[in-house]
């Protein structure tokens, strides 16, 4: 099959420098973009910082439900077998959950709520649906972290994602402070592609979903854009919303606290940005990764 050139070329033998990116930020166009919830403001602060956070976006008694499906899974043995579980190392506590959204019907329909597709369509400028889900745990002492890293180079190299036009909405579960590893954001670094050296391994996702190796941008392109835009880690109560576009570098430390970070993310796609083959030329990861059954737009509740 041939393919059209690769405009966001990694995983690359020698460095490549950063390049600006090619794809808006906000992909509604400037005189639509009165037609949703978010104001022109709060569409600006996306577009300059590549993410936004809203405190206890969702009620306590919204959450109450949702935190004890979290908690009941947490200690369900079945499913820490299963091939979309991550474990922490020792094998003990769950990491992650992938494919939540197909778990669970509770979150599937969270993943409808009016609330957030009608930003989500309105920051993508179209009907989107569902790439990934997962729901990472961070354990009190045993929650290990996430290297810097862009999700969407990832998503390119490895599932076929052509463009940057996908937005993950990370919900709250357990108050994210700043001792038990909240997740940190580079402002502005979605302006830029940081192509990565090192090819992919086969069957990469059963060790970068542990501790990523191939895909973490150098320490060069790190430090120029944390010198630029410094680093922010939003936090908030369980209920709190961060909206993160898909180029936007974040990680996250280990939790070292006795409080569990747990965080719930959905990872929406424009349906005009759907799967092509992978980009490093590897067979496409497993569908709890990567979506590629079904691309219907999401129809809010
Ligand atoms: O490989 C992935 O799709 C996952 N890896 C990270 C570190 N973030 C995005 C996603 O969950
Ligand atoms: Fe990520």
């Known amino acids: 099959m041939t393919r059209a050139q690769d405009l966001f070329p990694t995983r690359l033998e020698r460095k490549l420098g950063m390049f600006e990116r090619l794809d808006p930020v906000v992909h509604t166009p400037e005189e639509q973009r009165s037609e949703g919830p978010l104001s022109a403001e709060k569409l600006k602060e996306f577009e300059d910082k590549g993410f936004l956070s809203f405190e206890s976006f969702f009620t306590k008694e919204e ?6 499906e979290l908690r009941d899974y947490e200690y369900d043995e079945d499913l820490k077998l299963s091939e979309g579980t991550i474990l922490e190392p020792g094998k ?43 729901i990472n745990y961070k354990p009190g002492f045993k929650g290990k972290g996430f290297d810097w890293h862009s999700d969407f180079e990832t998503w390119h190299s490895e599932d076929g994602m052509p463009r940057m036009r996908s937005v993950s909405c990370s919900i709250v579960m357990t108050d994210n402070n700043e001792f038990n590893g909240p997740l940190m954001l580079i402002p502005g670094s979605q302006n830029y592609f940081v192509p990565c050296t090192g090819r992919t391994p086969t069957d990469n996702y059963k060790e970068s979903l542990k501790s990523q190796t191939v895909g973490v941008p150098d320490a060069g392109s790190l430090r120029a854009l944390m010198d630029e835009n410094g680093i922010e880690a939003p936090k908030g109560p369980a209920g709190s919303l961060i909206m993160f576009e898909c180029n936007t570098l974040h990680g996250s430390n280990i939790n070292m606290s006795c409080w569990p970070r747990s965080n719930l993310f959905f990872v929406y796609n424009s349906v005009h940005n759907t799967l092509e083959e992978p980009y490093c030329g590897n067979k496409p990861r497993p569908e709890f990764l990567a979506n590629r059954k079904n691309w219907d737009p999401l129809k809010p509740l």
């Open 92 to 134: 003990e506590e769950i990491r992650s959950i992938f494919g939540i959204h197909e778990i669970s019907e509770r979150f599937d329909r969270l993943t409808r709520d009016p609330r957030l597709v009608e930003m989500v369509q309105q920051i993508l400028g179209s009907e989107a649906y569902i790439h990934q889900s997962r």
């Open 63 to 68: 959450m109450e439900k949702f935190i004890q």
